[in-house]
């Protein structure tokens, strides 16, 4: 009766409580999980065709600082739903690299229920799927590649609380409506002509191409590609023999794509096409931003970041081989530690100046027992001195105060002989 009690009146209480709070247990999750959609959204999506737990797909873009949510409408199709603004990112546009490059990852990644964490330390997060197939294929490492809440990143897409519980409920609810993997997209730019033509001399852009046919697939169709990965490269829309699998390393085995998809394709790519000449030969073409430059940065950027780990003396930014940093290069940086460093160094001065001044009061109170023991017994000799004060030899201040001891003890003996 006892073990029951103790089980029946916690759970009793949790219901009264859900009761008079007008929610369910379900609905008490830590970090704002059971967060639901604003009524104007829901009723926004209604309007389009879309149901509350329709399969959903996330897009990213890093230079426009965007993260667009798309979810399926009646007819098969997407349409976006709305869109928030990254809070943070961490790195350059290109690609994660290794482990400790502070790379937030580009390509096509796949999001299960099993990578939703309602009691991330960043509020709520799920996992990208980074590294993917393609990613393992390339040599390219790192893990617990995010996105999350608390607005802070050094490899992930941080967003507001707010925001990622508005994110979190999109995939619960698509979860809950049976979709198994939610696409994730995650680009350096929007894919379009101009931008392709500012990042074409860019040692990322053999890969940026290939990110834009999964881009265009969707731009064309408007449903989230078929995605696999062959000759380490991405294929998408990719169908062939169920007997002939796709390896990420192996070659790819023959395409067999509807006629529709192929010729909407081909006009697709035919305007594009056009467009990117006529950037490129009229010189309508934008700075570029910052790229991470390979592997080679990416190694560097993981031993400053490694360095600065262990409180070591960094250089306030990391490191970069952008050509629009290489005159930085020439110049004096600044130095920095880290709060921990310096707190550290701070907590080892303040333990040796405890210990100094514990030395001090030993040494003083074992003066204070010599002088003592000199006032209790006057008549002793000179020569049994070195006897009571050996154990203070060290300290300088001890001679000075048996001087004065030894004064009276000489005044004593005179007039004993004057007698």
């Not at 990965?229 to 023999?241: A, I, L, M, P």
């Not at 190694?299 to 629009?324: H, N």
Request: charged residues 20%; contains cysteine; glycine residues 6%.
């Amino acid at each position: 009766m006892k073990l029951s009690t103790r089980i029946l009146v916690p759970l009793a209480l949790t219901a009264f409580l859900a009761a008079c709070q007008g929610s369910s247990v379900e609905d008490i999750v830590p970090n704002g999980a059971s967060t639901q959609l604003p009524a104007k959204m829901i009723e926004s999506m209604k309007s389009k065709g879309i149901s509350l737990t329709a399969p959903v797909m996330f897009r990213i873009f890093k230079e426009e600082n965007v993260l667009e949510v798309w979810k399926r409408k009646d007819n098969g199709r997407y349409d976006m739903v709305t869109s928030y603004q990254i809070c943070k990112w961490s790195g350059k546009l290109g690609p994660k690299f290794i482990e400790g490059d502070r790379q937030a990852p580009e390509g096509f990644y796949a999001v299960r229920p099993a990578q939703m964490n309602p009691k991330s330390s960043y509020y709520l997060s799920f996992n990208t799927g980074f590294p993917n197939a393609l990613d393992r294929s390339l040599g390219r490492t790192g893990a617990n590649l995010m996105v999350h809440g608390s607005c802070s990143s050094s490899g992930c897409y941080s967003m507001t609380d707010a925001q990622v519980a508005q994110i979190y409920a999109f995939a619960r609810d698509a979860f809950k409506g049976g979709q198994d993997s939610i696409q994730l997209e995650a680009f350096p730019f929007r894919m379009t002509a101009a931008n392709m033509a500012r990042y074409k001399d860019d040692p990322n852009y053999a890969f940026w191409k290939n990110l834009k046919e999964g881009y265009d697939h969707f731009e064309i169709t408007k449903v989230p590609p078929k995605v696999d990965v062959c000759e380490k490269k991405y294929v998408f829309n990719h169908t062939s023999d169920p007997n002939a699998p796709i390896a990420a390393t192996s070659a790819c085995p023959p395409s067999d794509q509807p006629d529709s998809l192929k010729m909407a394709y081909q006009s697709y790519q035919s305007t594009y096409d056009s467009a990117f000449s006529s950037m490129v030969s009229k010189g309508r073409v934008q700075p570029p931003a910052r790229s991470i430059q390979g592997i080679a940065e990416a190694k560097i950027i993981a031993d400053w970041s490694s360095r600065r780990a262990r409180g070591e003396r960094v250089t306030m930014d990391p490191p970069s081989l952008s050509p629009q940093d290489k005159d930085k290069a020439s110049k004096p940086q600044v130095m920095v530690r880290l709060a921990s460093a310096v707190a550290a160094d701070k907590a080892r001065e303040e333990r040796e100046a405890a210990k100094r001044t514990r030395m001090s009061k030993v040494q003083l109170s074992s003066a204070s027992m010599s002088v003592a023991s000199n006032a209790a017994a006057p008549a002793v000799s000179a020569q049994a001195t070195p006897q009571t004060t050996g154990a203070i030899d060290t300290a300088p201040a001890a001679a000075p105060v048996e001087q004065p001891a030894a004064a009276p003890a000489k005044k004593a003996w005179w007039k004993i002989i004057g007698n």
